[in-house]
Structures are given as structure tokens and as C-alpha cells.
């Protein structure tokens, strides 16, 4: 069956960067359109990013476009998400996701 398990989070200092790693089974990455999406404390679920099939084009929220690069590795079935110039608002749980499956996220938290 589909899983999809991420990893990379941590504690980073407010302009630091953290590179997320999401391990898909059960399908392949590069068929899919694989997204990334965040929680923060007491909020709902926010998109980040996207890449699509093929070509892999990709789209960013606002708050991310320019610090954040979505990116996948076929042959190792990964999905990435490098994170640069992190800021507190950033802190949140990330979570990868194909057709509404998530994985179990990876806490991010900015802070000095």
C-alpha cells in the first residue's frame, strides 16, 4: 500500500536551513504529483509546494517562494524539500503528500 514516511526536521536557528526527506512505497514518485504541506501550532493545514509528473514543474506558496525547492530523486523513490533562510512563522510539522495520503511529518522548529 501507499506510505510515504519523512524525516529531516529539527531546532534551527532563525536564517538556517534543514533539508525534509519524505521515503515513498507502494507507488512511484515519478508518476505522481507529490505535494508538501505544513501545520503550525493551533492552525490548519497549509500547501507549500508542489512538483508535478515528467517535467517537474514546480509551484510554491508565497511565504516560501525563493527560501524553499521542491525536488524528488526517481531512482531512490525520495521527495525532498530543501529549506533555506527559515524563519519562526516556518515552524510547523511537514508532511508529504500524494492524493490526500500523508505521511506521520517531521517537526520543523525556528527559533533562537
Known amino acids: 500500500q501507499v506510505q510515504l514516511v519523512e524525516s529531516g526536521g529539527g531546532l534551527v536557528q532563525p536564517g538556517g536551513s534543514l533539508k525534509l526527506s519524505c521515503a515513498a512505497s507502494g507507488f512511484s514518485v515519478s508518476n505522481s504529483f507529490m505535494t508538501w504541506v505544513r501545520q503550525a501550532p493551533g492552525k490548519g493545514l497549509e500547501w507549500v509546494s508542489t512538483i508535478t509528473i515528467g517535467g517537474g514543474s514546480t509551484t510554491y506558496a508565497t511565504s516560501v517562494k525563493g527560501r524553499f525547492t521542491i525536488s524528488r530523486d526517481n531512482a531512490k523513490n525520495m521527495l525532498y524539500l530543501q529549506m533555506n533562510s527559515l524563519k519562526p512563522e516556518d515552524t510547523a510539522v511537514y508532511y508529504c503528500?500524494?492524493?490526500?495520503?500523508r505521511g506521520q511529518g517531521t517537526q520543523v522548529t525556528v527559533s533562537s
Open positions: 503528500e500524494r492524493s490526500g495520503v
